[in-house]
């Protein structure tokens, strides 16, 4: 398995954890966990999305960011999926995880402010 963090050095104001694995990628998805920032001050959002590589839709979204075929010139293949995977995410040819109830998407108190949770088990500290 091969994952890929890109974005923010703060992973509070955004980052993305990208799996590369061949299988997925061979079978037409990416999973990405993301992280971003939340209106609320002292907060982040923390969510799993599933990222579509369906070939007609990447020269797209490859020119939706601006990129043509020489970005590729001299990347690695993680290289060039991690671009893909990106520029897929920001023309949006992603699925949020469905799986309700389970939790996908989380927002953390990441401000030292906020107090913890009553139940310590589950404090997002």
Not at 22 to 49: A, C, K, Q
Request: overall charge negative.
């Amino acid at each position: 398995m091969t994952i890929i963090r890109t974005g923010d050095i703060s992973a509070e104001h955004g980052a993305n954890w990208i799996n590369l694995d061949d299988y997925d990628w061979s079978n037409g998805y990416v999973d990405v966990i993301r992280t971003g920032e939340w209106p609320e001050e002292g907060h982040t959002l923390v969510e799993h999305i599933t990222v579509l590589i369906d070939g007609p839709k990447i020269r797209d979204a490859l020119k939706c960011c601006g990129y043509d075929s020489s970005i590729f010139r001299g990347c690695t293949r993680e290289q060039k999926r991690a671009i893909i995977t990106e520029a897929l995410m920001a023309y949006g040819h992603y699925d949020p995880a469905n799986d309700f109830p389970d939790h996908h998407c989380e927002v953390l108190h990441t401000d030292s402010f906020y107090p913890r949770s009553e139940n310590a088990d589950k404090s997002v500290h």
